[in-house]
């Protein structure tokens, strides 16, 4: 049986598992950016992402309701990943920090040049 979850300390915990996965945020823009998106072109156009870690990322976005997986009783089978009205809801958050990210990048790599 699993552990139920507590998240009485902390509501945002969950969202907060996502901004700590690495590329938790990554697959929900780039199946925004292309959806509806199967996972091969996913998984192409993600480097590094190895298939069992963007198999797991696109399960919890699944479960937690983020994305929808639809999968279509083709020969062979054909699965396609697209973003719900929740994720929707999400976006404009990720968009900021995605913004923030790239204004400061600069400032980022500096920052850590200076620690080495």
């Known amino acids: 049986m699993a552990k139920k979850l507590d ?12 901004l700590g996965n690495k590329w938790a945020l990554v697959v929900l823009v780039k199946i925004s950016e292309n959806e509806p998106v199967r996972f091969n072109e996913l998984y192409r156009n993600i480097p590094s992402v190895s298939e069992k870690v963007l198999s797991q990322v696109l399960r919890q976005l699944t479960t937690d309701g983020i994305i929808r997986r639809e999968l279509f009783p083709d020969v062979p089978p054909r699965t396609e990943y697209s973003v719900t009205e929740f994720g929707r809801t999400l976006l404009p958050h990720v968009e900021a920090l995605l913004n923030w990210g790239r204004e ?4 980022i790599m500096k920052n850590r040049q200076n620690v080495k």
């Not at 998240?7 to 996502?18: H, N, Q, S």
């Not at 400061?104 to 400032?107: D, G, V």
């Open 7 to 18: 998240y009485e300390y902390c509501k945002a915990a969950p969202m907060l598992e996502w």
């Open 104 to 107: 400061n990048f600069e400032q």
